[in-house]
């Protein structure tokens, strides 16, 4: 909730005079020349998709068919390695043979793919999902600590992310931004018309609701797209209007980041803990994720140390680091912030968060960096601006309960259930009381599927947020 009612008569008066004290405070800060629109880094403001394409095609060329076809069988017969006990014949048979096939299909040339950037999204999406589930189909005992990558999915998915300037690794893009297709092709993109989860691992609705939920933050996060547009947009930040319109550019985001948290905390009716964590979640597991998680080689590729292969995390979602970047969120420590950081924050994966902007497409990326070398920053604007800075601290403070609902969501659906000893349904008793064993000889931290230390991280992003306020 906005902590000031901008019509109230007894604020009025107030906030009028401190618009024009702020006026003579600043120096004249005028919108730079030309600049590159969102358009030129793959942002789509005029669709309202954002960092979503148009719409994604549904189906590579025909030449790329043994892609397609794999993807479809795999959805269809295979189950997590994990899974499979000795009574589990038709399974562990129906896997064996379809990586055979994988190890026996010839290196596809990528060449007519890459004049198109939906080509190349698809085939991504396509080769990443084949590694993932070529991967973690695999019986632990059959993987002898690695597991060969086949140059028929590597060759191709190192080339084809090379062009994209990403991770060679299953991502936010893959599972969220590009997994969709509408439900009616001739209604306009919305919420309603769009069919998320296209490509599943486990074919559960839970899975399903949890990409739907993912997107659903990535579409609200396009209102708070323009917002950033419109801000870098103004004529100049030190008049009366230009003040005034501020402010309500900051009453707007954070009604919007409270929908965002809205839907974050709505998934706990749409997605059951236990099948995330045990039918869901190992899918996306990337190179060596854990102590008992196979080493990846890429079969005729550099060595998997040197990649970014952590798998896909909401870390990467650009929407989100746009907002840090628009109210400059310090999540290295670099600059002195009251509180100090604590003790347990500068443990933290300090590097974490711009890690993760390795796994996005390289056009997001040069979006972020250009919204991150403005010359007006916002929070600058507010220190100097008594005027906006109420309007300033109302919106970090929806940001950190926002981060406060996610720590909560992450205790629920990962660190609690790393502790449980529930068995959930449909999962084999003897290969979950297996799995069970092998994990209480780890560390006992819960990581996140981007790698990290999952409670550790969180607490230190929400700290950080909550120093951005300025002091009023």
Same mark, same amino acid.
């Given at each position: ?69 794999? +993807?479809? !069988? &795999?959805? /269809? $017969? =295979? ?6 006990? @000795? ?32 080509? +190349?999204? !698809? &085939?991504? /999406? $396509? =080769? ?6 070529? @991967? ?337």
């Amino acid at each position: 909730m906005y902590p000031i009612d901008l019509l109230s008569p007894s604020h009025l008066f107030t906030n009028v005079l401190s618009v024009l004290n702020s006026v003579q405070l600043l120096s004249r800060k005028e919108a730079p020349g030309a600049q590159p629109t969102p358009a030129d880094f793959e942002v789509n403001l005029q669709s309202n998709t954002g960092f979503l394409p148009e719409k994604p095609i549904p189906r590579l060329p025909e030449a790329y068919s043994p892609w397609e076809d794999a +993807l479809t !069988r &795999a959805q /269809k $017969v =295979l189950v997590l390695g994990e899974n499979l006990t @000795v009574q589990d014949t038709e399974s562990r048979a129906d896997g064996e043979l379809w990586r055979s096939q994988m190890r026996g299909l010839p290196v596809i040339s990528i060449n007519d793919l890459k004049t198109d950037k939906q080509l +190349l999204r !698809r &085939a991504h /999406k $396509v =080769l990443a999902f084949l590694v993932h589930f070529y @991967v973690h189909s695999i019986p632990p005992d059959q993987n002898a600590g690695s597991v060969l990558i086949p140059r028929s999915l590597a060759t191709p998915l190192l080339q084809v992310s090379d062009v994209l300037r990403m991770a060679p690794v299953l991502t936010f893009a893959d599972t969220v931004l590009w997994n969709w297709d509408l439900i009616n092709p001739e209604l306009p993109v919305t919420i309603e018309n769009m069919h998320f989860g296209v490509e599943l691992f486990s074919g559960t609705e839970d899975e399903r609701n949890f990409w739907f939920g993912n997107a659903k933050v990535e579409l609200l996060g396009v209102e708070m797209l323009h917002l950033f547009n419109e801000y870098h947009s103004l004529p100049n930040v030190s008049d009366f209007a230009s003040v005034c319109k501020i402010n309500r550019l900051l009453t707007r985001l954070v009604a919007i980041v409270d929908r965002v948290e809205e839907t974050l905390t709505s998934m706990r009716d749409l997605v059951d803990p236990s099948t995330f964590y045990w039918q869901v979640r190992p899918w996306f597991n990337g190179n060596a994720s854990g102590p008992s998680s196979p080493t990846w080689v890429f079969e005729d590729g550099p060595d998997a140390s040197t990649l970014d292969l952590s798998g896909p995390s909401a870390g990467q979602s650009s929407v989100m680091h746009a907002l840090d970047i628009f109210l400059d969120i310090d999540f290295k420590l670099q600059q002195r912030r009251h509180p100090a950081p604590s003790e347990s924050n500068k443990r933290s994966d300090l590097g974490f968060m711009e890690r993760m902007r390795r796994y996005m497409p390289g056009a997001h990326r040069d979006y972020l960096s250009h919204l991150a070398n403005t010359t007006r920053p916002l929070r600058d604007l507010a220190k100097s601006t008594p005027a906006v800075k109420e309007s300033y601290n109302a919106a970090v403070s929806a940001v950190r309960k926002f981060r406060d609902s996610h720590i909560r969501i992450a205790c629920l659906y990962v660190v609690s259930m790393a502790r449980s000893t529930a068995i959930p349904v449909g999962c084999p008793v003897f290969a979950m009381m297996q799995r069970m064993e092998r994990q209480q000889k780890q560390t006992g931290r819960s990581t996140g599927t981007g790698g990290n230390e999952l409670s550790l991280l969180l607490k230190s992003n929400r700290d950080a947020t909550a120093r951005a306020a300025v002091k009023v």
